[in-house]
């Protein structure tokens, strides 16, 4: 099969998916996708699968070949059974043109058999394990006989024992002839797996490798980009007032240097009359344990007032567990989490926001908006008990309230509309003017500016350093290593579910949080070997 | 879709009813010997004289009691499947307690014995809602159950010890004499109940839009986990609508027995509840929109009962044009709330019982 300058815009958010992008895939060759999040891998391998009807540039593939991908986070019937979810459409009939359901199931397990995956055909669907699902979503794809079998993070949900069971198929399949896709984030699967490499970034294709001929230092460097230089100095100089280098940052050390902080956009630090010493937020020995899975291990963090802590890591890496046990949203397993040296009395959203805290979720459609509601409802919401007179919400308050944050924030929008009527951008704007009219001493960011476009995340990032100036504590959640790398005085890299390192000062750096989002340690990290420490050790055979 | 601007809500319903009517017709047309007497009585009869006119502004202000239950349920995303049953058994203790309540003066009396009926429906709906907020069971389900499996000990309790020896009906006794509610249209079954009916829905209109509880009402049902997200105690906004729905089917259920019947008879709810619900989804669960609801639903039920005592129309030719009107309604409205997975999902476990 061979993709030939494709390019695909989504119409809905209007984003360059895809630009321009050629790709050939051989026969009896396992092909390797990698790059960032963002970088275009998944869309281009739905269309190279037909899953996405409109796009430019052609698709080349001989008549008859069957192509299937298998996509991330597999979705099934849960009701129903693990046969019945993957013979739709394809079910063996009986003589009588009934569905023959034992010849299902045996072709099934015949086929989970051969390649030793551990699920039943006759399991309802939601009992299975996501490792299950993910395997069963697999046998579901080869169920078609497929030319070319496309998989997307088929070992996100894997142990290393499936992960081999995984890979043994892969090269089942390649031995057969046949061609294999793989979309990953993991540096060491693909050197231990592929043939070639394709890097894909911002859209494009930044080079197609050998895997023999290159090494993870040299993938990473290539996923991450070369042109994290283009800006470099400017973003040392800026954060020169930053570089504290402690953990804990006075007062003292914002005033020392007016003129760096000059520099800056913000207005000078006025701090509030908070004890810049005292962590506003804390989280001691924080685990976080679902269905037997430790999805976070024993997490601790401080985040001091004025300081703006990033939290990055491939999402997948227990990010949104962190987002969920930062605002409240779940409950650890063990550990506790602290507000201005405050406990909650119960880990809800309601008791975290009375001790302080604001949050700008990710999830801004189910989370953080009600789309169906009015943008003036979506603005009130957490001023809703002020404009309470006598039980009765007085309409005229409640307006000119948010008429004023409409004006301060600038956002494009009727207020009577409902929130759906909105552009990504404004709604974004929405949540912020609600949230940052609370002027909380906590804020917590989460991938604040995705589906943003360039102005109106520099808008959202000037807020951020706004308020931090302010002395406001933020902890900012973030897979976007420019972000982290643009805001962040200290950065705290996640991998599988624990922190893998805190990196402050000169530390913070692409190549070194890169290496560590990907669980392996590059050259550059080597630069600090003091700073190892007990995590390094999870990753065997590096 | 997004697209559910009000005057496209407008014509779903509009065209909802005008299709029920126009099958109606067509039935009518093809199954009665005399078409046009069917036609006439079914559409005209409800005007013609004070009786069925009174008779229909009284099934009118029962629909808009229990639509009005359901749609503050429905308002804060939770659904009260047990209208049918509350209704009944509140009719039941109401009229025990008025029974029991003779000697008081009727000024005393006939609130106490309403009130009773309001807390039964109240902790029959509410007793679902806490068992979805404390174990996260389906309200919807339990509702259904509880209020079914009442169903049938009501009608015990009417045909056994409550039953009226000196009447050869299925009835409990009668309430007292003083207690029953004045009639405004005689010889019509038209009373008070209009008027109480009219008070509630203004009075839900304004406690849903323009208190800043039913902010927090209204929002914990578009979006919960945004609800949850602002700081709103969403559990309460489960246990309190599941009350305030029962307390409403309750009430209906008293004032049914105080306003129309005098006692309580064996079946006498005839789908009061059911039909709220239909109510409560073409007035796209808003308390204004029960008006015109209520008043189509009963016209329509006043039709066919006029045109089956006047024609050849028979009573199972009006269950017939209730049910195409209920699955026109729910069709139309239950895809766009979302629930239809969800009360799919709910019937299949019911027959299924959950079977692998």
């Given at each position: 099969m061979e993709l030939r300058h494709i390019t695909k815009r989504y119409l809905e958010n209007d984003v360059l998916a895809v630009r321009d992008v050629s790709l050939a895939l051989h026969a009896g060759e396992i092909h390797a996708l990698i790059g960032e999040n963002g970088a275009g891998k998944s869309t281009l391998m739905k269309i190279a699968a037909g899953l996405l009807p409109e796009y430019d540039g052609e698709v080349k593939s001989d008549a008859g070949k069957v192509c299937r991908l298998v996509q991330q986070h597999p979705q099934f019937i849960p009701q129903h059974q693990v046969w019945e979810n993957l013979f739709l459409g394809i079910e063996p009939r009986t003589r009588w043109g009934m569905i023959d359901q034992d010849a299902a199931a045996r072709r099934f397990s015949a086929l989970a058999g051969r390649y030793a995956f551990p699920v039943e055909p006759r399991m309802r669907a939601e009992r299975l394990s996501a490792a299950q699902a993910q395997l069963a979503a697999i046998l579901g794809a080869l169920l078609h006989n497929p030319d070319i079998l496309i998989l997307d993070e088929p070992t996100a949900p894997c142990s290393d024992h499936e992960t081999a069971l995984v890979f043994g198929m892969m090269r089942d399949l390649r031995n057969d002839g046949r061609a294999v896709v793989l979309i990953t984030h993991k540096l060491r699967e693909v050197m231990e797996i592929s043939d070639r490499i394709t890097i894909m970034r911002h859209g494009r294709v930044v080079r197609t490798l050998l895997t023999a001929d290159t090494?993870?230092?040299?993938?990473?460097?290539?996923?991450?980009?070369?042109?994290?230089?283009?800006?470099?100095?400017?973003?040392?100089?800026?954060?020169?007032?930053?570089?504290?280098?402690?953990?804990?940052?006075?007062?003292?050390?914002?005033?020392?240097?007016?003129?760096?902080?000059?520099?800056?956009?913000?207005?000078?630090?006025?701090?509030?009359?908070?004890?810049?010493?005292?962590?506003?937020?804390?989280?001691?020995?924080?685990?976080?344990?679902?269905?037997?899975?430790?999805?976070?291990?024993?997490?601790?963090?401080?985040?001091?007032?004025?300081?703006?802590?990033?939290?990055?890591?491939?999402?997948?890496?227990?990010?949104?567990?962190?987002?969920?046990?930062?605002?409240?949203?779940?409950?650890?397993?063990?550990?506790?989490?602290?507000?201005?040296?405050?406990?909650?009395?119960?880990?809800?959203?309601?008791?975290?926001?009375?001790?302080?805290?604001?949050?700008?979720?990710?999830?801004?459609?189910?989370?953080?908006?009600?789309?169906?509601?009015?943008?003036?409802?979506?603005?009130?919401?957490?001023?809703?008990?002020?404009?309470?007179?006598?039980?009765?919400?007085?309409?005229?308050?409640?307006?000119?309230?948010?008429?004023?944050l409409q004006q301060k924030f600038g956002i494009t929008a009727v207020l009577g509309k409902p929130m759906h009527t909105l552009s990504g951008g404004n709604m974004q704007k929405v949540i912020l003017s609600r949230e940052l009219s609370q002027n909380s001493p906590v804020v917590v960011f989460s991938e604040p500016s995705w589906g943003l476009d360039f102005r109106s995340s520099q808008r959202v990032h000037d807020e951020i350093l706004r308020l931090s100036a302010e002395g406001v504590g933020i902890i900012l959640i973030s897979s976007d290593i420019d972000e982290i790398l643009s805001l962040a005085d200290r950065i705290v890299v996640m991998y599988k579910g624990s922190f893998a390192r805190t990196l402050h000062g000169s530390d913070r750096v692409r190549d070194t949080i890169g290496g560590l989002m990907l669980g392996i340690e590059s050259e550059m990290s080597l630069a600090a070997p003091e700073d190892h420490n007990h995590d390094s050790s999870k990753e065997p055979g590096q | 879709m997004s697209q559910s601007q009000p005057d496209s809500r407008m014509q779903v319903a509009v065209a909802t009813i005008g299709a029920a009517l126009l099958l109606t017709v067509l039935l009518l047309i093809s199954v009665s010997s005399t078409p046009y007497a069917a036609v006439r009585a079914f559409f005209i009869g409800p005007f013609s004289n004070r009786f069925y006119l009174g008779n229909m502004l009284n099934v009118f202000s029962m629909l808009s009691i229990t639509g009005l239950g359901m749609a503050v349920a429905?308002?804060?995303?939770?659904?009260?499947?047990?209208?049918?049953?509350?209704?009944?058994?509140?009719?039941?203790?109401?009229?025990?307690?008025?029974?029991?309540?003779?000697?008081?003066?009727?000024?005393?009396?006939?609130?106490?014995?309403?009130?009773?009926?309001?807390?039964?429906?109240?902790?029959?709906?509410?007793?679902?809602?806490?068992?979805?907020?404390?174990?996260?069971?389906?309200?919807?389900?339990?509702?259904?159950?509880?209020?079914?499996?009442?169903?049938?000990?009501?009608?015990?309790?009417?045909?056994?010890?409550?039953?009226?020896?000196?009447?050869n009906l299925l009835t409990t006794e009668r309430v007292p004499l003083a207690f029953r509610l004045?009639?405004?249209?005689?010889?019509?079954?038209?009373?008070?109940?209009?008027?109480?009916?009219?008070?509630?829905?203004?009075?839900?209109?304004?406690?849903?839009?323009?208190?800043?509880?039913?902010?927090?009402?209204?929002?914990?049902?578009?979006?919960?986990?945004?609800?949850?997200?602002?700081?709103?105690?969403?559990?309460?906004?489960?246990?309190?609508?599941?009350?305030?729905?029962?307390?409403?089917?309750?009430?209906?259920?008293?004032?049914?027995?105080?306003?129309?019947?005098?006692?309580?008879?064996?079946?006498?709810?005839?789908?009061?509840?059911?039909?709220?619900?239909?109510?409560?989804?073409?007035?796209?669960?808003?308390?204004?929109?029960?008006?015109?609801?209520?008043?189509?639903?009963?016209?329509?039920?006043?039709?066919?009962?006029?045109?089956?005592?006047?024609?050849?129309?028979?009573?199972?030719?009006?269950?017939?044009?209730?049910?195409?009107?209920?699955?026109?309604?729910?069709?139309?409205?239950?895809?766009?709330?979302?629930?239809?997975?969800?009360?799919?999902?709910?019937?299949?476990?019911?027959?299924?019982?959950?079977?692998?």
């Open positions: 090494n993870p230092g040299e993938l990473s460097s290539l996923m991450i980009g070369e042109d994290c230089q283009r800006s470099e100095s400017d973003r040392r100089f800026s954060f020169a007032r930053r570089d504290s280098g402690t953990t804990a940052r006075t007062p003292l050390t914002d005033q020392q240097d007016p003129a760096t902080a000059a520099q800056q956009t913000s207005p000078p630090p006025s701090l509030r009359a908070v004890d810049p010493a005292q962590p506003v937020f804390e989280l001691l020995k924080v685990s976080l344990v679902r269905r037997g899975r430790m999805l976070l291990e024993n997490l601790d963090l401080r985040l001091y007032p004025g300081e703006i802590l990033g939290i990055t890591g491939i999402r997948e890496n227990g990010l949104e567990y962190i987002e969920d046990i930062l605002s409240g949203s779940a409950e650890p397993s063990s550990g506790e989490v602290r507000i201005q040296g405050n406990l909650p009395t119960r880990y809800t959203p309601r008791v975290f926001r009375k001790l302080g805290l604001a949050y700008i979720p990710t999830d801004r459609l189910m989370r953080g908006a009600s789309l169906s509601s009015t943008v003036e409802d979506n603005m009130i919401l957490l001023e809703r008990k002020r404009f309470g007179r006598g039980g009765l919400l007085n309409r005229r308050a409640s307006a000119s309230f948010s008429a004023a | 429905f308002r804060a995303g939770v659904f009260n499947l047990g209208g049918e049953g509350q209704v009944y058994v509140s009719a039941l203790t109401a009229t025990v307690a008025g029974i029991a309540l003779a000697s008081l003066p009727a000024l005393l009396g006939l609130p106490i014995a309403l009130l009773v009926g309001v807390f039964t429906g109240a902790v029959i709906a509410g007793l679902s809602g806490l068992f979805r907020h404390l174990w996260d069971t389906d309200e919807l389900i339990t509702s259904f159950l509880i209020a079914s499996a009442s169903i049938p000990i009501v009608d015990y309790l009417i045909v056994g010890p409550l039953n009226d020896q000196a009447s004045p009639r405004l249209l005689a010889p019509s079954q038209l009373n008070p109940t209009l008027i109480i009916a009219l008070l509630l829905l203004a009075a839900a209109y304004v406690a849903l839009f323009r208190t800043v509880r039913g902010y927090e009402w209204r929002l914990s049902g578009l979006n919960r986990q945004f609800a949850r997200y602002g700081g709103i105690h969403t559990g309460a906004y489960i246990v309190f609508p599941m009350l305030v729905s029962g307390a409403l089917h309750g009430l209906a259920g008293g004032l049914f027995v105080y306003g129309t019947h005098y006692a309580t008879l064996v079946g006498f709810t005839a789908g009061l509840g059911w039909n709220g619900i239909a109510v409560a989804l073409i007035a796209k669960r808003h308390p204004l929109g029960v008006v015109p609801a209520a008043a189509a639903f009963a016209y329509l039920e006043s039709g066919a009962r006029i045109a089956m005592l006047h024609t050849d129309f028979t009573f199972e030719l009006g269950t017939i044009i209730r049910a195409v009107i209920f699955l026109f309604v729910t069709a139309s409205v239950l895809p766009k709330l979302g629930i239809s997975t969800r009360v799919g999902r709910s019937i299949r476990l019911l027959f299924r019982g959950g079977s692998a």
